[in-house]
């Protein structure tokens, strides 16, 4: 059976005993290739569909879905989620008061696209990964292992609700990853590079090749060989975009999304305070901001609310949480549309988007010379932060700076402190931006699609070697 956003409006209408009724059909196609140390080790590609059901009634909410695209199953489902939410409000003390009014979503929207991804051949996508994780091991003896992978999803969504949101989404983002492994003498480097947008395959290599950024993976890789780690200190840190993404995502995104706020996460009573220095405008931003296709572009979130750009600080002020509906209600504040869901059978959750520091007026070689101690973190690893905003971030690449000059190699530097902390340091911002962290997942119960990035930024934080 096709599904339709009036099939689906019907499907609503017949829904009875519920305030709020939701329904979200998504139909996703993920394909993936991966090389591994010179053999092609997966090739899969996973078609999904369903409608996942949302009621309210009584204060509580009921959920369920189905892949089965027959009248008598999604109207089973719904009747489903509504008795869930019944037997919920017979127990649950906490209930749900309201939700906030939204500005819905009618209409059809996508992302710009250059390139199709069904356009390309698989066997044009195998190719060009195996080629790519050749190039690496190719590029020196000193290359003993290469992984390279090419992911793409293709989503088609249709949203709608008893309050009047009637959506039709599609969606596009291809990502394309390189790992080297260089080895002499006992001494190992890893490096990794790759990219990740929203948009099509022209949009995934618009600034290098497959075949460059697999060269540049191995050169890193070898050259990090030589590198020494840095001393433990505490000093001045110039972050690249992708370090700045990564400390705005993990470090501050994370203690702003409003379910956590609620379970008293370290900014809950902090609205309207001074918490970063008056250099700093960090957002969180549905569209993408500064550059196209940024890899966590939504134009409606999965409760039909349109998204717009959240500025979480403002010119170092606490100026708003990221919401749902629900959330938003409790705070009197305006949904900020920051309610995705991974799969139709999932429940929509308050998760980050395209997340960033807004640039400023320092260019980079004025940030550089006005250093006279301190390190450039280039390259961002995985790391961890907490609800109190303590971080620990590795770099793939430090560089020692002397008196605005850039010195010698680092390895196997990381970056930690308390988020606010740091913050409050900031001392330059620069007037480039990119987004670097587009090939990576949040993994907040869900795995979900994000971007982060923003400027150069200097700061002061404690720099550590870790292996």
Request: hydrophobic residues 35%.
């Amino acid at each position: 059976m096709q599904i339709s956003i009036e099939d689906l409006k019907k499907f609503m209408e017949e829904a009875r005993g519920a305030s709020y009724v939701e329904l979200r059909y998504h139909a996703r196609t993920l394909n993936e290739i991966r090389v591994s140390k010179g053999e092609l080790d997966r090739i899969r590609s996973v078609v999904n569909n369903g409608i996942g059901i949302r009621v309210l009634v009584g204060g509580c909410w009921g959920f369920s879905s189905t892949g089965e695209m027959s009248k008598e199953s999604i109207m089973d489902s719904i009747n489903d989620a509504i008795s869930s939410a019944v037997l919920l409000s017979k127990n649950k003390k906490r209930k749900v008061e309201k939700l906030a009014d939204a500005n819905l979503a009618v209409g059809t929207f996508k992302p710009r696209v250059n390139g199709n991804l069904t356009d390309y051949g698989i066997e044009d996508k195998v190719r060009m990964v195996i080629d790519s994780e050749k190039s690496v091991r190719k590029f020196s003896g000193k290359i003993k292992a290469a992984f390279c992978t090419y992911r793409e999803t293709i989503d088609h969504k249709m949203i709608v609700t008893s309050d009047g949101a009637s959506a039709e989404l599609f969606d596009s983002k291809p990502e394309f990853s390189v790992t080297a492994v260089a080895k002499e003498s006992g001494n190992s480097a890893t490096a990794t590079e790759g990219k990740g947008v929203t948009g099509g395959w022209k949009d995934l290599f618009n600034s290098k090749s497959a075949d460059n950024i697999a060269k540049e993976a191995a050169k890193k890789a070898v050259k990090l060989l030589k590198a020494k780690q840095p001393k433990g200190e505490r000093t001045q840190i110039i972050l690249d975009p992708g370090m700045v993404g990564l400390i705005s995502h993990e470090a501050i995104g994370h203690t702003v999304e409003a379910d956590f706020v609620l379970s008293g996460s370290i900014v809950k009573d902090k609205m309207g305070q001074k918490v970063a220095s008056d250099l700093v405008t960090l957002v969180d931003s549905g569209p993408s901001q500064f550059i196209d296709g940024a890899a966590g572009t939504v134009y409606v979130d999965d409760e039909g609310v349109l998204t717009g750009r959240t500025a979480i600080i403002e010119h170092g002020i606490m100026r708003s949480y990221l919401h749902n509906r629900e959330t938003a209600a409790i705070f009197s504040a305006e949904p900020t549309g920051n309610a995705r869901a991974y799969e139709y059978d999932n429940e929509p959750l308050i998760r980050m988007r395209n997340t960033f520091i807004e640039p400023g007026t320092y260019s980079y070689n004025e940030i550089i010379k006005e250093t006279k101690h301190g390190y450039l973190m280039k390259g961002a690893r995985n790391g961890q932060a907490d609800a109190n905003g303590e971080f620990m971030f590795g770099s793939q690449e430090a560089y020692l700076i002397e008196n605005g000059e850039i010195k010698q190699l680092m390895r196997g530097a990381s970056i930690s402190g308390r988020a606010l902390d740091v913050l409050i340091t900031i001392d330059a911002v620069g007037k480039d931006f990119q987004y670097d962290i587009g090939t990576g997942y949040c993994g907040k119960y869900q795995p979900m699609k994000v971007d982060g990035g923003g400027p150069h930024i200097r700061c002061t934080a404690i720099i550590g070697g870790i292996q």
